[in-house]
């Protein structure tokens, strides 16, 4: 099921991305463009986590051109255990939680063209890495749209069902998951907070 694959794309994604706190100085509403093929516009460098130490063999490909970022690849689950993609976009890179508290959740542009795709927010509280995911992103197939996420929405996936504490966010998740081999891409233009 997707809670499943998401409860499992949580744990794995932890396993490799701790948590990272972020500075405490005002928020952006701007978290990313894409005009810099490398890092976020806090000067943070993307990460692209795959499943491989979870015994399953994912690929994907990430590249920046033009202020839009594109991800695809192919996922490729081991026995027993989900396929995951998780594109990291850290707040900063300091060790202190960012305070987001003024902010009602995460809002992108994005064009989904095929598979899964989820929004994830890590926080420094979460100490067994079952960060608060979205929804699967609905909408238009092929077609850039403004999604907005509210904080309010997100759900952990296997642990007791907690508010996230807003004063605790570390990064920006873009997860792409399934049960089954299968192909997924898209393509963002903006991230950031509303």
């Known amino acids: 099921t997707i809670r499943r694959g998401l409860a499992a794309i949580s ?36 990460l692209l986590v795959d499943d491989k130490a979870a015994r399953s063999s994912s690929q994907a490909t990430q590249k920046c051109e033009n202020g839009v970022l594109s991800v695809k690849g192919d996922l490729v689950p081991g026995r027993g255990v989900p396929a995951f993609i998780s594109l990291v976009s850290l707040l900063s890179a300091d060790g202190k939680p960012k305070d987001l508290s003024d902010y009602q959740g995460v809002r992108l542009r994005v064009k989904v063209t095929r598979g899964i795709l989820c929004v994830q927010v890590g926080s420094s509280e979460i100490d067994n890495h079952d960060y608060h995911t979205s929804a699967p992103i609905a909408g238009k197939r092929g077609q850039f749209q403004e999604v907005r996420i509210p904080f309010k929405d997100m759900k952990r996936a296997w642990s007791k069902q907690t508010v996230l504490n807003l004063k605790s966010i570390t990064s920006v998740n873009l997860v792409s998951f399934g049960m089954a081999k299968d192909a997924f891409a898209y393509e963002v233009d903006e991230i950031g907070f509303y």
């Not at 405490?24 to 990313?32: G, I, S, V």
Request: hydrophobic share 45%; proline share 8%; net charge neutral.
């Open 11 to 46: 744990l794995i994604n932890g396993l490799f991305v701790l948590p990272i706190a972020v500075h405490a100085a005002a928020t952006p509403l701007l978290l990313d463009d894409y005009a810099d093929p490398r890092r976020n516009k806090n000067g943070v460098e993307r």
